[in-house]
């Protein structure tokens, strides 16, 4: 079990759940994104280890509190205190099932961020495996939630399946979790009304998507370059974390040097090309509050300098200093143009000129 914590506020993630600590209110899902939806799904386990609902003594585990690892198999808490756990799979059912790995809109560490900022306090990742997939919803409930988990209260979006097969459903868990007496939470499908009345105004011959908030739904946002509504179905911007490294050290010779981050190696990308941000430098020392700068990031192959292969880079505006090593959070706000060819140096200087300027105008009315 590996045990994250900033600021004195941690996330437990165990591996396995014997390394959990129970008894436990349980959201269960993939929460890719931690989207809003996903933060509608996850809300009610927070209530019940606050102890809003009565289950639980809602008793305050000291934040950062030392607990040894050898501590940490199933204990029922002494107190009372029932744990706000998101229960997820690794790897990606997805992934296991096709063989092929899956970019992911929130890799592990954002994910245990996310779930940070929210509340939880544990991420229980189970082990998605042969013997996993092929367990039947009744003995998912039983041996994983009940037994292992000790589960009191679960949460789960409408379309929530479960079991091998994907044979269980929302409905189906209701039930079964009923005969243990726990009540499950079935959270409604929450939809981007923005872009619905948008559509709804639209001529009648265009297909009305329904507007689910859904991941799929981001990917295929980012991957148009729609940031602002792939921000808004977030509920917050999408982001690329990733320490600077190193390049051939050509930004600085026509005078827009570029931090190279290097992100995790399963971090989806949004469409290449060329976009306003905001940069958060972060700190060594937690007490200093993280400093946002603006700035323009070229997210492509960099055909202009026969570059070989795909990078991240960023420029911070009115900004110098020496950036190695140090760890960056890009929010991305807006998508600029696409990634071009230039004939001479030159004409991407004066290009990067231009995007500086339009991502300064972009930056000082939106957020
Ligand atoms: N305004 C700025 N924005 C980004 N990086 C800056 C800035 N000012 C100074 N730097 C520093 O300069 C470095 C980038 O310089 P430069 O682009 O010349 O070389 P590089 O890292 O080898 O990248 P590349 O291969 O893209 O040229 C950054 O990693 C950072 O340490
Ligand atoms: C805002 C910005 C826009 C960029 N646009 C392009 C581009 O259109 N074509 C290109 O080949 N490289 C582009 N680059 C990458 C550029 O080639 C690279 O930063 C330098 O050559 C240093 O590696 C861009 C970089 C930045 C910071």
């Known amino acids: 079990m590996l045990n994250l914590s900033q600021n004195g506020c941690s996330v437990w993630v165990a591996s396995s759940t014997e390394l959990a600590r129970t008894p436990t209110a349980i959201a269960l899902g993939k929460f890719d994104g931690v989207h809003i939806g996903h933060q509608k799904v996850i809300q009610p386990v927070l209530q019940s280890a606050r102890g809003e609902d009565g289950r639980g003594t809602g008793e305050k585990i000291p934040e950062g509190a030392p607990i040894h690892p050898s501590q940490s198999s199933t ?12 229960v997820t799979f690794d790897p990606h059912p997805q992934e296991f ?6 970019a992911l ?15 939880v306090e544990q991420l229980v990742l189970l082990p998605f495996d042969k013997e996993l997939s092929a367990l039947s919803p009744q003995d998912f409930v039983a041996k994983i939630l009940v037994q292992q988990l000790q589960c009191q209260k679960i949460s789960v979006g409408q379309d929530f399946c479960f079991g091998k097969k994907r044979m269980g459903t929302a409905q189906d868990l209701q039930i079964l979790a009923a005969q243990y007496n726990i009540p499950v939470t079935i959270v409604p499908l929450q939809t981007d009304t923005g872009d619905l009345l948008k559509n709804s105004s639209c001529s009648n011959t265009e297909p009305i998507e329904d507007g689910r908030i859904s991941t799929s739904l981001i990917r295929q946002t980012l991957e148009a370059g729609d940031i602002q509504r792939a921000n808004r179905l977030l509920g917050r911007p999408y982001t690329l974390t ?3 490294i190193p390049g051939q050290q050509l930004g600085r010779t026509i005078g827009f040097p570029t931090a190279n981050l290097q992100l995790p190696k399963d971090k989806f990308l949004p469409l290449q090309g060329v976009y306003a941000v905001r940069v958060i430098i972060l700190n060594e020392t937690p007490e200093n509050l993280p400093i946002q700068n603006l700035g323009v990031m070229n997210i492509g192959n960099r055909p202009t300098v026969n570059g070989t292969h795909s990078s991240v880079e960023v420029h911070l505006l009115d900004w110098s200093g020496d950036l190695y090593g140090k760890n960056l959070v890009v929010q991305l706000v807006k ?3 696409p990634e071009q060819k230039f004939p001479a140096l030159e004409a991407l200087k004066t290009q990067i000129q231009l995007d500086c300027t339009v991502a300064r ?7």
Not at 80 to 86: E, L, M, R, W
């Open 97 to 102: 099932f096709t063989g092929q790995p899956r």
């Open 335 to 337: 998508f600029l143009r």
């Open 75 to 86: 204990l029922p808490s002494s107190s009372g205190h029932i744990y706000s756990t998101v």
């Open 242 to 244: 990733g320490v600077v």
């Open 361 to 367: 105008e972009i930056l000082s009315t939106q957020c």
């Open 105 to 119: 809109l929130t890799p592990l560490d954002e994910k245990v961020q996310q779930l940070r900022s929210l509340g």
